[in-house]
Every structure is written in C-alpha cells, then in structure tokens.
C-alpha cells in the first residue's frame, strides 16, 4: 500500500466477449478504499463477468484495470491474490472432503521441512476466524457444515492471502435472514480493518442498508453509480431494469376450492438418517398460495423430495386430488399434474452440460410434441424452447448454449419456463426466486398468483418471510419438521412468525403479546 | 508345513509387487482426476523396455531406467491426448493398451527373430537384508527378495508422504476433486495434472520392469496379463490410497500364490479360476459398498476447461 490512491481498484473501458454474448460492453467500475460498493444488475447483465475479469479467472478483451493506482494485467488468479484481491464466489470452490482448514490454506500452505504445517494452519485460521468473529472449525469437513459456514470458510479463504480488496459474488442468496444478517457484522468489521469490498446482491435492502455507493449495470453497460442514500429502492429497481418495477405483489383475496394435497403424518429421515420430517400434516387447496415458513434445516428441503417422489418416507401418506401417491415414483407424480421448482437449481434443477433446448423438457421428454414414439422431435422441442425464451425473458444468445454457460439468475428461470410450461395443477416451488434479480421476481410472483387464480394450488416454501407474507393466502410455520401452526394470511405478522419459526405454539405466542 | 507358509508369504510379496507399484501410479494420476487405464499397456512397453536394456548393455539397472523412461514417455501420451486435447480417458488409454501389445510384440520379432519369447537376459538378482534376514521366520520371507520389493515398499511410504503430507499432495487432491477451485486460488491444473500423469508413468515403469527382469528374466509376448487392471482394482480396493493400495495388493498377490502353491502340490479343492477371480471379486464388492465404501475422486475422468 505504498500508493496513497484512493482509489482501490479502477476498472477503465472493460468489454468482454463470449461466443454470441457482448457481457461487458465498456464498463467503468471505481471502488474506493474503505467502502461497501454494491454492484446491481439484471441477470445476466453481466456482475460475475467484471469480477472474474477483475479476479483474473477471464481475460478481458479491451480495457484497463488500476490497482490503487497502478495498472495492472491480471492474466491469472495469482496476480489477483498477490494484489490483495480475494473472490468469494457465486457458486462456491470448496473441495468437499477436505477441512476447513485445507480449503483456506490450499495454494499456500504453510509448510515446515517440506511438509505442510497443518497445526499453524489450524491456528492461522482460528486466530482470522477469532479476528473477525466467524467461528469456523477448522478442523470440520465442508460437507458437515452448513452453507453459511460454508461462505465463512470462503471469506477465510481471502483473508488468509491477506486480501484487502474484496469481491462477494451474491454472498447472501444462500443464506437465512439470521446468516445474512451476520454476514452484514462480518462485512462491517472488515471495513472496519480498512478492507474494501464489492458486494452483487439482488436484495435492495441490504443495498440499502449495507452499501456506501452502488453502481449500476445493464445489458452490459455501466448506466449509473449512485450514493446509496440519495436512492430509494424503487428508484434502484428502476435503474436496473429500465422501467418501472412494482416491488409489492398485487393480488385480490383467494377463492380456495376443493382440497388438492394432503400431507398426512409424514415421518422421513434427512441424507444422514436422522429424522427430518417427524409428522407433518397440512391440506393445500384449489385457488390458494400456501405458503410454508420455518428457519432453514427444520425439513423444508425433504418435504419437497418425498412430495415429489425424491425421497423415500417412512411412514405417513400423501393424497394428490384423492389419489394415493405415496412413494410413488418421479415420473407417476408428474402425470398427477405435479410441477416442482427445486431449491438447488444445479443439483436437481438442470442438467448442466445440456443445451439449453434439452433442459427445457427434461421430465415432458418422452411425449408429444416432443417425442414421437422413440424418437425425439428436436424441432418442436426447439420451437418451443424459443418460445419460452422470449416469454421468460431469459437472457441467452439462443436454445443452443449449454445450460451451465448461463448467468446464475438465467438458469433458475430455465427450470421456471420448464416447470409452468408443464401447467401443473400443483407447484411445489421451494425458493423459487432465489438468485433473480428484481424484474424477474416481478415476473414470478405474477406467474405464482396467475396460477393461484386459474384454479390451481402453489405450495410456496421459501425461507425469505417477506415472500412468504406477500403471496400465501395461508401459512404454515414449520419447526423441527412438524408444522406449529397453519395462520391465514390476515393473522399473520413478521413477528408471530418469527416467534413460531423459533418453535413457539401459536396460542403462547398470543398470550405472549396481550 | 511351516516351510510352505512361509514359501507361500515369500511369493505373496513378490506376486504382489508389480501390483503395487502400478497401483500407486494408479493412485497419483486419479487422484489427480485422470483415469489412466493405459497402466497395462505402459507396464507391458516396460517390461520390454527393461528386458531390452538388460539385453543390449548387459546391465540389469540400465534396464530398469530405460523400462521408467519408456514408461513415462508413454504416460506422456496419454497425458497429451487426455489433459490437452481433452479426449475421452477410457479411449486414450485402451489405444495405449493396444498399441503396447502390438508394439513389444512386432519388436520382439524384429530384434530376435522369434515369436512369443526373448532370450534369456540378466536380471537384477535379489537383495539380502543383513539383520532382518536373521530374524527366524520374518527373515525367510522378507530377508532376501529381489529389489523391487523393497524399491516398492518404500515408495508406499513415500507416496503417503507425499499425497498426503506436502502442499505438492494437497494439490494433487484439490485438482482431482474440484479444478475450478484449485484453479481460482492459483493452482495450474493442467500443470498438476500433467505430472500426475508422468509420476503413474514412472511407477508403472518400475513395475513393467519387476516383471520381466525381477520376477523372471525373459520378456513373453503378453506378459503383464491384465495385472495392470488387478493393479487399477487393488488401486479401487485400496479406496486411492497407497496404504490401501498396498493391502490390497498384497491380499491379491496372496491369492495368486495360493493358486500357484495349490497347482504345484496338487491340491484341487478350489479350483484355481476362482482363486483368480477373488481380486475382481473383492473390487466389484468394494465397489458397490458391501466392504466399506468407496468413492473416486470428484472430478476423475473429467477434462478441465477453463471458461
Ligand atoms: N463462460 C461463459 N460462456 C459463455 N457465455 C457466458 C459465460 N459466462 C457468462 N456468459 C454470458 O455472459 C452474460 C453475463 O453473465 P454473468 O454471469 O456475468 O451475469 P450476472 O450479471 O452475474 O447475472 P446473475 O445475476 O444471474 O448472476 C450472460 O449472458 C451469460 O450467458
Ligand atoms: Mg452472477
């Protein structure tokens, strides 16, 4: 830090290319030292491209970047992390079975007569994780952790190379509201430490609450770069999209019909064979949003897998429109008129080394229009694909490209266009708006209440509260894999379902407040 | 009684020593994220290599380097066709497999004139372990062995050392299990992986070699005969590790001195074939998790490319 610049890091004039795609077109992007800098934008605007070419994982094809104050090329991850740069990406990079403190030291370990030094990495990283308090054991496996630790060990992993100049890439679209919150302390204590720090999110409150200055990205472009307390949210919105976005769900009151799914006393066991579900029993009618809330971990994620034949159950019953699909297969509950949107859009959602054309119809695959007998139809199948891009907005240059080279935020609306288009009479959708930036959640909420008010039932499970108090008709709060208590919508406030989601009974709750 | 146990250990150890010095080269390079099925075909090119060296200098040792450089330039190939030009591992590795055999056997014809078998060339004799060989029992077994078995019990000790004690180790790990992340905190996967690929090659050398001049000393037409599978099986067996590997190598090489015994004192109650097949028994059960369970690593058989 020889060079008293102000500037952290300046990026001049970035354009980068891909194969169909302008995802930076001349951007200019300024972090000052010592500020939270937010980077807005639609998916696929093109957030992750600028921070890759800043982390050095691509190349940019024209353009400048300055690293306070000298220029540099980053041709590799090495040079970013020896300019103090760290990333934590959108996509985790942690290699599962190793330790947390494998993971952060990785690259450079700390070594001792040529062999790694694992007792000072374990110290290295309690003395960071005590420094910024955030209690990781080092010694755990990452497939034992929880996400949140997860993304802590991610952190670790800049810190450790001694970043100052860091890049979270949609750290808080993973998270529960308590973690996202807690990450907000961490941020606040690394600024603190005279660290910088770019922060994509798509959520405009922590924007708002967290950012010193946002800019603004769009198709490419850099439109704008604001102080966060001259914007409101709405303007934000607005900036991002290009037009008006209402950020409230509008919707008129719901006309429940007859009973479409019963969840009758439903006992499963989580991927380590402990109770997950210990049972669950609600009802989802006709004409209504129900809408399951509950601190992530209480089996939210094994009610979707054994409704949709995902997950094997031990005991209980679940009725879709009077038939007994219990344990049935995948395919048999998607002939109920099932349509699932999964919580992990790259584990159960897409293929990823599929085109985007195939991932389109996975699950409709075997009939028409787009099969014939044993042979495919690819040209309806793309045909339709074509349709669904434009009518989701999805940004790609065509049907073709493999799903994975795809924004984050365009692959969850590739499983949306898949899983509406199936016109379900039930949707599970388990955090169906994870990762899309404000127009697209616009969009997915109207398509939700569209399908609520045609007739048909939308079993909503989403760990954001705010989701859940704008689209349920009536909510369940599930705790420890049991449902407390069903409230209609009337009834319901952030505070009792806060309460409730911490395991209080609904009655406790009342008394608690007169 | 006594005598044919330890007769029977003997010949374990040195039934199982090819086995496990291509099995460890099988633990670098998957571990890595490269399946190299070509150990076979690199095993039997060395062997002919070693022979050939031990033919023309007259010394065993200049065999044994030239069996590693041939091995380590054949991994090289398949190091070329699986981490560059990204082609699929199984294919690169069986054409390997397929040149091997034709290869050594047109060379065999064009140096000596005669199918099927060379001459008979020095080989590189046995070792004798001063103190240990005095010890009763243990001494029999272990005290006088031809070298590679030794060669081969230290390179477990140093592979484990090596995979699982350095940050050379760590990476190798990293880079088989998840590039992506290996690569964004700056590690050359290509790079790593090339030399994964290379050290399978010297290993697998080193065993071609403890075939043709170790355990005998003639090259057959044909001679390694799928130990570079039982080696990629006792590789599987041994969950990717060396220590692994070589329990299981050994278990395998017990079963073939089984049979071997069996055969020469003309016990038939179990019939040799099934003694043959226990290696491939063992493997399919560890496979499908009835013995323990075992996962490859993540990214194995998976070209890297960097977006
Ligand atoms: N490796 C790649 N190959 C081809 N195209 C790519 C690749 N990576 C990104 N793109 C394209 O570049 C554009 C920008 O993608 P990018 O991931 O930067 O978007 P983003 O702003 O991070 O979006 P999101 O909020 O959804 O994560 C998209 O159109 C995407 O399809
Ligand atoms: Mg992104």
Same mark, same amino acid.
């Given at each position: 830090m020889s060079n008293q610049n102000s500037l952290a890091v300046d990026m001049q004039g970035i354009t980068k290319r891909?194969?169909?795609?302008?995802? #930076?077109?001349?951007?200019?992007?300024?972090?000052? %030292?010592?500020?939270?800098?937010?980077?807005?934008?639609?998916?696929?605007?093109?957030?992750?491209?600028?921070?890759?070419?800043?982390?050095?994982?691509?190349?940019?094809?024209? &353009?400048?970047?300055?690293?306070?104050?000298?220029?540099?090329?980053?041709?590799?991850?090495?040079?970013?992390?020896?300019?103090?740069?760290?990333?934590?990406?959108?996509?985790?990079?942690?290699? =599962?079975?190793?330790?947390? @403190?494998?993971?952060?030291?990785?690259?450079?370990?700390?070594?001792?007569?040529?062999?790694?030094?694992?007792?000072?990495?374990? =110290?290295?990283?309690?003395?960071?994780?005590?420094?910024?308090?955030?209690?990781?054991?080092? %010694?755990? !496996?990452?497939?034992? *952790?929880?996400?949140?630790?997860? =993304?802590?060990?991610?952190?670790?992993? $800049?810190?450790?190379?001694? @970043?100052?100049?860091?890049?979270?890439?949609?750290?808080?679209?993973?998270?529960?509201?308590?973690?996202?919150?807690?990450? *907000?302390?961490?941020?606040?204590?690394?600024? #603190?430490?005279?660290?910088?720090?770019?922060?994509?999110?798509?959520?405009?409150?922590?924007?708002?609450?967290?950012?010193?200055?946002? $800019?603004?990205?769009?198709?490419?472009?850099? *439109?704008?770069?604001?102080?966060?307390?001259?914007?409101?949210?709405?303007?934000?919105?607005?900036?991002?999209?290009?037009?008006?976005?209402?950020?409230?769900?509008?919707?008129?009151?719901?006309?429940?019909?007859?009973?479409?799914?019963?969840?009758?006393?439903?006992?499963?066991?989580?991927?380590?064979?402990?109770?997950?579900?210990? &049972?669950?029993?609600?009802?989802?009618?006709? &004409?209504?949003?129900?809408?399951?809330?509950?601190?992530?971990?209480?089996?939210?994620?094994?009610?979707?897998?054994?409704?949709? &034949?995902? %997950?094997?159950?031990?005991?209980?019953?679940?009725?879709?429109?009077?038939?007994?699909?219990?344990?049935?297969?995948?395919?048999?509950?998607?002939?109920?008129?099932? +349509?699932?949107?999964?919580?992990?859009?790259?584990?159960?959602?897409?293929?990823?080394?599929?085109?985007?054309?195939?991932?389109?119809?996975?699950?409709?695959?075997?009939?028409?229009?787009?099969?014939?007998?044993?042979?495919?139809?690819?040209? +309806?199948?793309? !045909?339709?694909?074509?349709?669904?891009?434009?009518?989701?907005?999805?940004? $790609?240059?065509?049907?073709?490209?493999? @799903?994975?080279?795809? +924004?984050?935020?365009?692959?969850?609306?590739?499983?949306?266009?898949?899983?509406?288009?199936?016109?379900?009479?039930?949707? *599970?959708? @388990?955090?169906? $708006?994870?990762?899309?930036?404000?127009?697209?959640?616009?969009?997915?909420?109207?398509?939700?209440?569209?399908? %609520?008010?045609?007739?048909?039932?939308v079993l909503l499970i989403s760990l954001e509260l705010d989701e859940i108090l704008s689209l349920s008709d009536r909510i369940a709060v599930i705790y420890e894999g049991k449902i407390v208590d069903i409230l209609d919508i009337k009834d319901a406030t952030e505070e009792k379902l806060g309460l409730m989601m911490a395991g209080a009974e609904s009655e406790t709750v009342v008394e608690g407040g007169e | 009684m006594l005598n044919s146990m330890i007769a029977l250990l003997n010949t374990t150890l040195r039934m199982a020593t090819p086995l496990i010095l291509a099995a460890l080269g099988g633990v670098f390079t998957e571990r890595s994220g490269v399946i190299n099925i070509a150990l076979e075909g690199i095993m039997l090119i060395s062997a002919f290599m070693a022979m050939a060296g031990s033919y023309l200098t007259g010394n065993p040792w200049l065999g044994v380097l030239t069996a590693i450089i041939f091995g380590i330039l054949v991994s090289l190939i398949h190091a070329i066709l699986s981490i560059s030009l990204k082609a699929d591992q199984i294919v690169s590795g069986t054409a390997i497999n397929i040149f091997a055999t034709g290869l050594t056997a047109f060379l065999l014809r064009v140096m000596f004139e005669s199918a099927g078998q060379s001459p008979s060339v020095t080989d590189v004799g046995t070792w004798t372990i001063p103190i240990i060989n005095d010890i009763p029992i243990i001494g029999d077994v272990l005290g006088e062995q031809i070298p590679f078995v030794y060669i081969a019990l230290i390179l477990v000790a140093i592979s484990y050392w090596v995979l699982f004690k350095t940050p050379f180790g760590l990476r190798i790990r990293a880079v088989g299990e998840h590039p992506a992340a290996a690569d964004s905190v700056g590690i050359n996967v290509i790079k790593t992986r090339y030399i994964a690929v290379l050290i399978s090659g010297f290993f697998a050398g080193l065993a071609g070699a403890s075939i043709s001049i170790g355990l005998l000393d003639v090259f057959v037409e044909n001679m390694t005969s799928g130990r570079g599978f039982i080696a990629l099986a006792a590789m599987i067996f041994g969950r990717w590790t060396p220590q692994g590997a070589l329990l299981a190598a050994l278990l395998f090489g017990f079963a073939d001195a089984l049979q071997m015994l069996a055969q020469s004192i003309g016990l038939d109650f179990i019939p040799r074939q099934f003694l043959l097949m226990l290696p491939y028994v063992l493997t399919i059960l560890a496979l499908t998790g009835v013995i323990g369970s075992s996962e490859p690593p993540a990214a194995s058989g998976e070209p890297y490319e960097k977006e």
């Open positions: 891909f194969p169909g795609v302008l995802a #930076n077109d001349n951007v200019d992007f300024q972090l000052k %030292r010592g500020e939270i800098h937010a980077l807005l934008g639609e998916n696929g605007a093109g957030k992750s491209t600028l921070m890759k070419c800043l982390y050095g994982l691509y190349q940019a094809d024209e &353009g400048d970047i300055f690293i306070y104050g000298d220029k540099v090329k980053i041709n590799t991850p090495n040079v970013a992390i020896n300019k103090g740069i760290g990333m934590v990406h959108q996509h985790f990079m942690l290699v =599962q079975p190793f330790t947390v @403190a494998e993971n952060i030291v990785l690259g450079s370990e700390p070594t001792k007569n040529n062999m790694i030094d694992m007792k000072k990495a374990i =110290q290295d990283v309690e003395k960071l994780s005590e420094q910024y308090g955030l209690n990781v054991d080092p %010694r755990a !496996k990452i497939h034992e *952790i929880s996400v949140g630790m997860q =993304q802590r060990v991610e952190i670790l992993k $800049t810190l450790y190379r001694g @970043a100052d100049i860091l890049i979270l890439d949609e750290p808080t679209a993973v998270l529960t509201p308590q973690e996202v919150h807690e990450l *907000i302390e961490i941020m606040e204590s690394l600024t #603190n430490e005279g660290k910088s720090i770019i922060f994509i999110t798509h959520k405009l409150k922590e924007v708002k609450s967290i950012a010193d200055r946002v $800019t603004v990205i769009r198709r490419g472009k850099s *439109i704008d770069v604001v102080d966060t307390a001259d914007a409101t949210t709405n303007e934000l919105a607005n900036m991002m999209v290009g037009r008006e976005v209402i950020l409230e769900v509008e919707k008129s009151a719901a006309e429940p019909g007859e009973v479409i799914l019963e969840v009758e006393n439903v006992h499963a066991d989580n991927d380590r064979n402990l109770p997950a579900l210990n &049972g669950t029993s609600f009802q989802v009618k006709r &004409g209504e949003i129900f809408g399951i809330a509950g601190v992530d971990g209480n089996g939210q994620s094994e009610l979707a897998e054994v409704m949709t &034949g995902l %997950r094997k159950l031990k005991s209980g019953k679940i009725m879709i429109n009077g038939k007994n699909i219990t344990n049935y297969s995948t395919r048999d509950i998607i002939e109920s008129g099932v +349509s699932h949107i999964p919580e992990d859009r790259q584990k159960r959602g897409l293929v990823l080394d599929f085109s985007l054309f195939e991932n389109m119809i996975l699950g409709s695959h075997y009939k028409p229009p787009y099969a014939s007998g044993v042979n495919m139809n690819y040209s +309806s199948i793309k !045909k339709e694909s074509k349709r669904l891009i434009k009518e989701f907005d999805i940004r $790609t240059p065509n049907e073709e490209v493999l @799903a994975k080279s795809l +924004s984050g935020g365009n692959q969850q609306k590739v499983i949306l266009a898949r899983e509406f288009n199936r016109n379900p009479e039930l949707l *599970i959708a @388990a955090q169906p $708006t994870r990762g899309v930036d404000v127009g697209a959640i616009e969009f997915i909420h109207k398509r939700l209440v569209e399908q %609520r008010d045609a007739g048909k039932a | -």
